[in-house]
C-alpha cells in the first residue's frame, strides 16, 4: 500500500512551485478561479453501504458570487437552484417548492463552494495531498484529497476527506463528497464552458402558479442538500 504525506494546501502548492512544477491542483483553481460563471454537463451517483442506489444527470450553472443552478433532465426533470439568498429545490411532478436560506445549507462545506465563491480552495481544504489509493475515471488524470475544514477534527486530519479528480489541463472531472454514515456522493462533470454567455434571469426562483412552496430541509442535492 502506496502512503502520501499530507501537506496544507498551500504549503503542497508553495513546493510545487519551488520545484518549478505545475501542479493540477494549480492548474485546476487558475482557471475555475478566473471564471465569472461556467457551465457543464453532470452525472451524479449516489451510494448507500457501497453500493449504487440511485444515478441523475443534467447541466449545471455557476455564477460568482454565490449562485448555481442544477437542471436535472433524468431519470425525471428537477430544479436546485442557489440564488445568493435561498435554496430552492423545484419539482414539477409533485408541484412542491422546498425552500430554505443558503446560510443553512450543507453544500457550501463541501468543494463546490469554490466554484461559487471568491474563496481559494484552501479556505476549503485545511490539506491536500495527492490520493494514491482512489483510481481515476481516466489513467491520465490525477485524485487529490482534500481534508474539509468544516469539521473541528480538520487540523488534527482526522476530518471528512472529499475527493477531486482533475485532468491534465486542470478541469475537474470528478467530485467524490462523503456524506453521513456510509453515503456517498460523486459527481463527474464534463463539456466544460468558462464565461459562457448565460440566460438573463437563470439563477432566478419564480414558482409555478400551482406549486406548494414549503420551508425547511430539502431532499439529497449537490454536496448533501440539507
Known amino acids: 500500500m502506496r502512503h502520501a504525506v499530507v501537506f496544507p494546501l498551500a504549503s503542497f502548492l508553495a513546493i510545487a512551485m519551488a520545484n518549478g512544477g ?5 492548474r485546476f483553481e487558475s482557471r ?16 448507500e453501504n457501497g453500493k449504487q442506489v440511485r444515478s441523475e444527470a443534467g447541466r449545471a450553472y455557476f455564477q460568482r458570487p454565490g449562485k448555481m443552478r442544477w437542471d436535472y433532465e433524468s431519470p425525471e426533470k428537477t430544479v436546485f437552484l442557489v440564488d445568493g439568498k435561498y435554496v430552492w429545490f423545484y419539482s414539477p411532478a409533485d408541484h412542491t417548492v422546498t425552500r430554505m436560506a443558503a ?27 495527492p490520493d494514491l489509493e ?5 489513467p491520465i488524470n490525477e485524485v487529490y484529497a ?10 488534527g486530519g482526522h476530518g471528512r476527506v472529499a475527493r477531486l479528480e482533475i485532468s491534465p489541463d486542470g478541469e475537474l472531472v470528478r467530485v467524490v463528497v462523503p456524506a453521513e454514515g456510509e453515503i456517498r456522493l460523486e459527481f463527474f462533470f464534463g463539456g ?3 464565461d459562457p454567455e448565460l440566460e438573463k434571469g437563470l439563477f432566478q426562483f419564480r414558482p409555478p402558479k400551482d406549486a406548494v412552496i414549503v420551508n425547511g430541509l430539502l431532499p439529497e442535492a449537490p454536496g448533501t442538500r440539507q
Open 103 to 129: 446560510k443553512q445549507s450543507e453544500d457550501w462545506r463541501t468543494p463546490l463552494a469554490f466554484l461559487t465563491s471568491h474563496m481559494k480552495l484552501s479556505r476549503i481544504c485545511a490539506a491536500v495531498r
Open 32 to 47: 475555475y478561479s478566473a471564471a465569472h460563471t461556467m457551465e457543464a454537463k453532470f452525472l451524479e451517483l449516489y451510494y
Open 146 to 155: 482534500c481534508t474539509l475544514r468544516e469539521t473541528p477534527e480538520a487540523n
Open 134 to 138: 482512489t483510481p481515476p475515471s481516466m
Open 22 to 26: 505545475d501542479s493540477a491542483v494549480q
Open 192 to 194: 466544460w464552458k468558462f
